[in-house]
């Protein structure tokens, strides 16, 4: 390589600290029909996120899909609930080996509403480093799916295979 790599990748301020992933519920969604992993992601040593906003993010993931703001594809995906950002991943109906994914940024205000807005993730980026290990583990969970032969239990089995863990 010839390049003066110097001035690359400088992150003074930085500093990279493991996160944990715990799997929380499912988010079934009736119509259009969409079941989601649902998984929240917190900085090692740091308490999870509380239960009662896990709660409210799970409604207002419903309340996307029904309003038709986020697509169901396949039917089958994940999401994840980060410090400040959800990303809800879907699994495409038309290339099945394809992962969509639109990202929200949210607040939550007195305990009990959430305040969000959609974000391009052309601009704010699609996954962190962090959320790239449930992907990766999400995405070998998925080829098992997609190499079986796709029946009942193969779904339950592919719903049911969740991360836990550092990243």
């Known amino acids: 390589m010839k390049a003066n790599l110097d001035n690359l990748g400088n992150f003074s301020d930085f500093k990279s600290i493991p996160q944990i992933v715990r799997p929380e519920c499912f988010i079934e969604i009736e119509d259009p029909m969409l079941i989601l992993k649902f998984y929240s992601i917190v900085e090692k040593g740091q308490p999870f996120i509380d239960k009662k906003v896990v709660g409210l993010i799970r409604e207002f993931s419903k309340s996307e899909a029904v309003k038709k703001r986020i697509d169901p594809l396949s039917g089958l995906g994940f999401v994840i609930l980060g410090k400040d950002m959800l990303n809800v991943a879907r699994w495409d109906q038309k290339t099945p080996y394809l992962l969509k994914n639109c990202a929200y940024e949210y607040t939550v205000a007195?305990?009990?509403?959430?305040?969000?807005?959609?974000?391009?993730?052309?601009?704010?980026?699609?996954?962190?480093a962090y959320e790239l290990g449930i992907v990766a583990h999400e995405k070998k969970a998925w080829l098992r799916y997609l190499g079986s032969k796709r029946e009942l239990n193969d779904k339950v089995e592919y719903l049911n295979n969740r991360f836990s863990g550092e990243v």
């Open 110 to 128: 007195d305990g009990a509403t959430i305040a969000s807005r959609k974000l391009d993730i052309n601009a704010e980026g699609a996954f962190c």
